[in-house]
């Protein structure tokens, strides 16, 4: 392939497709002093069932369910926000023709009423912040023993090849959970900035019975039980949205799938004088795609293809909202396991605006608000969230807005016909008469939002590189060819700046995320992926030498190109790691945080301090493409 020289400034690639169908996860030995259980041997364990499809459901006649909000109790931790919150299995209907499924939770004490938990079954209850003051939260696992997808879970055990990771050499496989364990559970606060005991991750989970994970900590261990954990969190972020979800090792994708997600909403008291859509105005909803038996049950297909077959919103497939002829906040979060959106508002009847489509102002996303942008549609990745202004007031009253799905097959950029597709979502019905006499939310193109300057690299600024890489077509991927079970190799002083390259010579879109910090997007820059990875795969055959490592710059096909409109400027957790593309984040500072939470000992961060990054596919994130990353104090004797 030609290479990119300077002055270039045209060049193009094809996309293919050669998608990976996920699976589960390796335990990882020697992370963070991580235990190991044997892996049984390699066999055809996989699990021999028909592909399920849902019955065919009537659009549009179930309302759209609002989570509840968690009420807090502030006396049990003076200067903190305290919850206790359960995970458990209830019941649920995702549609009015589809029979109660079995479902996971998270379901909130209320304080004042411990007889009346706050939850509704499936999902769980939005937790309301404010920022910089602190959270405490014990979380019980009270769920069953045996899994609601246990096929899975004794698939791997069964040593199925394409659902138990297998690392590249000299790597050997290994399990991700012990014998005894068919559930366990812990609870990760995607993007907040947390201490490593409170972080949540996959070997600090723990079980209904109590068996621990090896690195399973809590804080204050005198107030707990040994199938609970609490921790403690610095609400230390910009008004934003975050999210709770499970993170239990080797069976992520399992426990979000049954649902075990929610909200978590950090406010700004100086929010008020922003001028946004407030209150009912303001919607937020919880994406995902799911599988349905005709008896309205989940099926979880993804052993079997790529993405599930129908839509659903804050637990309802085919959802509608009345809504009023004004201008509503909708705060979105893509929490499918594997599928990437691209959404549009489309309105019914087609002719009422010069374009089919409703135009909408993206005002915020993961890390919080940006710059107001007008646009037509945008593509969100799993964990992503977009925070949009939508004015209904430009139809007549009577018209339907849909929202809907189009050019994005999974995996994205995907092929057709390799998962299921999904063109419609949900309906806005513009039904309701103006309340209040008039619309007090400011347009869009006054709003004045705090806005995010842009990071800007020093010339001595520390390169860090992570290489997507799959040893054997549709089977396990790992990040510079190393499983998750090995220690922590790289070291990070802290305080300090680093662009982190994500090199993906593969054809499918990562969404990656990274633990504890925010960064920005820099750039992308395709790159020669049939090339690169043959000498990659050299590289690994002749004993991972480092002097022979491809250097990245030798394999450019063309220049740097910017970051996308909507991801420009703004603060991120997670972002799209395109196929045959190198992408560089850049994150300005890894400092975490240090001080004493709530006057609960051993609640702040000591160094060294481990962390993860991870793709959120989850189930390629339980396949081993997942790494642990540390902070060192200054001086901290690591040279890497």
């Given amino acids: 392939m030609r290479r990119w020289k300077a002055g270039d400034d045209v060049w193009a690639k094809e996309i293919l497709k050669a998608g990976a169908v996920g699976g589960a996860v390796m335990l990882p030995q020697g992370v963070l002093g991580a235990r190991a259980y044997a892996a049984t041997a390699q066999g055809t364990g996989c699990p ?57 939770g998270y379901c909130a004490n209320y304080p004042h009423d411990p007889d009346k938990p706050t939850g509704m079954g499936y999902l769980g209850p939005t937790i309301s912040v404010t920022t910089d003051h602190p959270t405490v939260v014990k979380y019980r696992n009270e769920l069953p023993t045996t899994h609601l997808f246990q096929f899975v879970i004794d698939a791997i055990r069964d040593g199925c090849s394409e659902l138990t990771p297998t690392p590249p050499p000299p790597y050997k496989a290994v399990l991700p959970f012990p014998s005894n364990v068919n559930v366990w559970d812990v609870v990760h606060q995607h993007g907040g900035f947390t201490a490593p005991q409170s972080d949540g991750m996959p070997m600090q989970s723990f079980s209904p019975d109590g068996i621990h994970a090896e690195h399973y ?109 004004r201008r509503y906040r909708l705060r979105i979060l893509n929490a499918s396991n594997e599928r990437f959106w691209r959404l549009r508002f489309d309105v019914y009847p087609r002719d009422v605006l010069p374009q089919p489509t409703l135009p909408f102002w993206l005002i915020g996303t993961d890390g919080g608000f940006r710059a107001p942008l007008q646009m037509l549609n945008f593509l969100i990745s799993p964990a992503e969230r977009y925070d949009l202004i939508v004015d209904f007031s430009q139809v007549p009253m009577g018209t339907n807005v849909r929202l809907t799905n189009y050019h994005a097959p999974v995996h994205y950029p995907g092929m057709p016909g390799e998962g299921p597709e999904i063109r419609e979502i949900m309906e806005f019905q513009v039904a309701k008469p103006l309340s209040g006499g008039t619309d007090r939310a400011r347009p869009p193109k006054e709003l004045r939002l705090p806005t995010v300057a842009p990071v800007k690299p020093k010339p001595h600024t520390r390169r860090r590189q992570w290489v997507t890489y799959q040893h054997k077509l549709f089977r396990t991927m790992t990040f ?101 593309t190198v992408t560089r984040i850049i994150i300005q500072e890894f400092t975490p945080p240090t001080s004493t939470i709530a006057s609960i000992p051993g609640s702040g961060t000591e160094f060294p301090a481990t962390y993860i990054h991870h793709c959120h596919i989850l189930e390629h ?13 200054h001086g901290g004797g690591h040279g890497h």
Wanted: a negative charge; glycine letters at 6%.
């Fill in 48 to 104: 021999d069932i028909p592909v399920t499809h849902t019955p065919r459901l009537k659009r549009y006649v179930d309302p759209l369910p609002t989570p509840l909000t968690a009420v807090s109790d502030p006396s049990v931790y003076p200067g903190a926000d305290y919850y206790e919150i359960t995970m458990r299995q209830d019941s649920w209907s995702f549609h009015r023709d589809l029979g109660p499924a079995a479902v996971w």
């Fill in 217 to 325: 900590t809590t804080l204050d261990p005198g107030r707990v039980k040994r199938n609970e954990a609490i921790y403690g969190y610095t609400n230390h972020d910009r008004s934003c949205m975050l999210w709770y979800h499970d993170h239990g090792m080797g069976m992520t994708s399992l426990n979000v799938y049954a649902g075990l997600a929610g909200l978590w909403r950090v406010r700004d008291p100086a929010d008020e004088r922003l001028g946004l859509p407030r209150g009912e105005f303001e919607v937020h909803l919880i994406l995902q795609d799911r599988t349905f038996n005709p008896d309205g049950s989940l099926a979880y297909t993804m052993t079997l293809r790529e993405g599930e077959d129908t839509p659903v919103v804050n637990g309802k497939a085919y959802s509608f909202l009345a809504v009023e002829p």
């Fill in 480 to 580: 510079n060819a190393m499983p998750f079970a090995a220690p922590s190799q790289d070291f990070i002083e802290e305080g300090s700046s680093e662009i982190w390259e994500y090199i993906n010579p593969n054809h499918d879109a990562h969404p990656m995320h990274v633990h504890l910090v925010n960064f920005q997007v820099l750039d992308r820059q395709p790159i020669d992926a049939v090339e690169y990875q043959a000498d990659y795969e050299k590289w690994i055959d002749g004993g991972r030498k480092p002097e022979d490592l491809p250097v990245l710059e030798n394999y450019f096909t063309g220049p740097p190109i910017p970051p996308d409109p909507d991801e420009a400027r703004s603060n991120k957790d997670t972002f799209k790691s395109y196929p045959e």
């Fill in 621 to 633: 994130e339980d396949d081993d493409l997942m790494r642990p990353w540390t902070i060192v104090g």
